[in-house]
């Protein structure tokens, strides 16, 4: 079994930056993909950044340039690097983990959430 604990969220700025944190435990952490999704209220969850793992990353268009995700596989822990956050960036972000011959929504495992919220 597979448990993922986020930390990280909490209030930004405007232009800011804040970084999550996802603990995996589990032995499958370095061979699955990992993920970072978020969900505004009202919308539906969305795609933020993955990285495969080899290592290469994807980033929705709407964070290209602004965010990063990284991973340590020593550690089991992934990272999402948010800079020049914006207010739109505002939701509960979730990290996931699964394998990359599944599309994201059906990875089996996910963590329960941190709340990041940008002020303008």
């Known amino acids: 079994q597979v448990q993922l604990v986020e930390s990280g969220g909490g209030l930004g700025q405007s232009g800011g930056s804040l970084r999550l944190s996802c603990a995996a435990s589990g032995s499958v952490f370095s061979s699955y993909s990992m993920g970072w999704f978020r969900q505004a209220p009202g919308k539906q969850r969305e795609l933020v950044a993955t990285?495969?793992?080899?290592?290469?990353?994807t980033y929705r268009d709407s964070v290209k340039g602004r965010f990063i995700i990284s991973r340590d596989n020593i550690k089991n822990t992934v990272y999402l690097h948010m800079n020049s956050l914006k207010p739109e960036d505002t939701g509960v972000y979730f990290c996931?983990?699964?394998?990359?011959?599944?599309?994201?929504?059906?990875?089996?495992?996910w963590g329960q959430g941190t709340q990041v919220t940008v002020s303008s």
């Open positions: 996931a983990t699964g394998s990359s011959g599944r599309t994201w929504p059906n990875w089996p495992y």
């Open positions: 990285i495969h793992s080899s290592g290469a990353p």
